[in-house]
């Protein structure tokens, strides 16, 4: 079965479907916005002007794949068999435009290595000096490297920003406990022990708000989902936080939290006993 995209020239054209009308599958959004039922007789046509139209039953409806390409597009579509397809869209004045094609997909079933598929690209190509082939995979990339580049700068910049405003805020917090610090120094406890607990401590609180903002992201995922899958009518995930995304916010989030504490520690501790107990 292919996959077209056709004018809706009427309504149902019967309660009963006509023996004689060959089946045809519609979207779900096509179903809905023009009030078909499973059943009913429908006239479509390649042009938009309605000429050579065909009448055709509603054999069953579909959810389109979801595209990131045309998520704010509404999918009104059809499917079709190839050789009712082909009556529906010939001209009858260019008896060679049945038997013409302008797109081909090609699955390779034996290996999925993308390697494999630009050889198998450029060998056609080669071969056949009127065919253009290419990877689906490289015009899907294209974009979407673009976009997970952005991100990535983004999220550099983010990190940088945080970090610099967790430091200064684990400063402040320090500068608060020199008094505790310097009391600890004087019953004997020395530096090594403080900044050992300091840097478990750190370490705590940073798995803490690394997995508290990990439930925060995984919860409002459903929301984000939920609100532009409605709004857009698509079944498509805009947000999804995936276990490595989440072993990866930890793995960045950890590291700076116990190192911002360490290095605010060690700013306090490098001080003298007096001048942190204030005498």
């Known amino acids: 079965m292919f996959l077209v995209v056709l004018t809706l020239i009427a309504g149902p054209a019967l309660a009963v479907a006509a023996p004689a009308a060959p089946d045809i599958l519609v979207s779900r959004q096509l179903l809905a916005k023009a009030h078909l039922a499973i059943g009913d007789v429908v006239t479509l046509a390649g042009d938009p002007s309605g000429a050579r139209a065909r009448q055709f039953r509603v054999a069953g409806v579909y959810e389109p794949t979801p595209d990131p390409m045309k998520f704010n597009v509404e999918r009104i579509e059809a499917r ?34 993308p390697s494999r598929e630009t050889s198998f690209s450029r060998s056609l190509s080669a071969r056949s000096p009127f065919i253009f082939a290419t990877p689906t995979r490289d015009s899907e990339n294209t974009t979407f490297l673009v976009v997970d ?88 995930i805009f947000m999804r936080v995936s276990p490595a995304i989440a072993m990866r916010s930890i793995a960045v989030a950890v590291p700076v939290g116990v190192v911002a504490g360490a290095v605010a520690s060690w700013m306090l501790l490098r001080r003298g006993t007096s001048a942190l107990v204030r005498r």
């Open 80 to 113: 079709l068999h190839l050789d009712d397809l082909l009556g529906l869209t010939a001209d009858p004045a260019d008896p060679a435009s049945a038997d013409t094609v302008s797109t081909i997909n090609v699955a390779l079933s034996d290996s999925p290595d």
């Open 149 to 236: 580049r952005f991100h990535t700068a983004i999220a550099a910049v983010t990190v940088i920003g945080s970090t610099a405003f967790l430091l200064a805020l684990m400063v402040i917090r320090a500068e608060e406990r020199k008094e505790t610090v310097g009391v600890l120094r004087l019953i004997g406890i020395s530096r090594k022990t403080i900044m050992t607990e300091v840097v478990v401590e750190g370490l705590l609180v940073a798995v803490a708000g690394a997995a508290f903002g990990v439930l925060i992201a995984a919860g409002a995922q459903h929301t984000v989902n939920r609100f532009f899958q409605a709004r857009y009518d698509t079944a498509l």
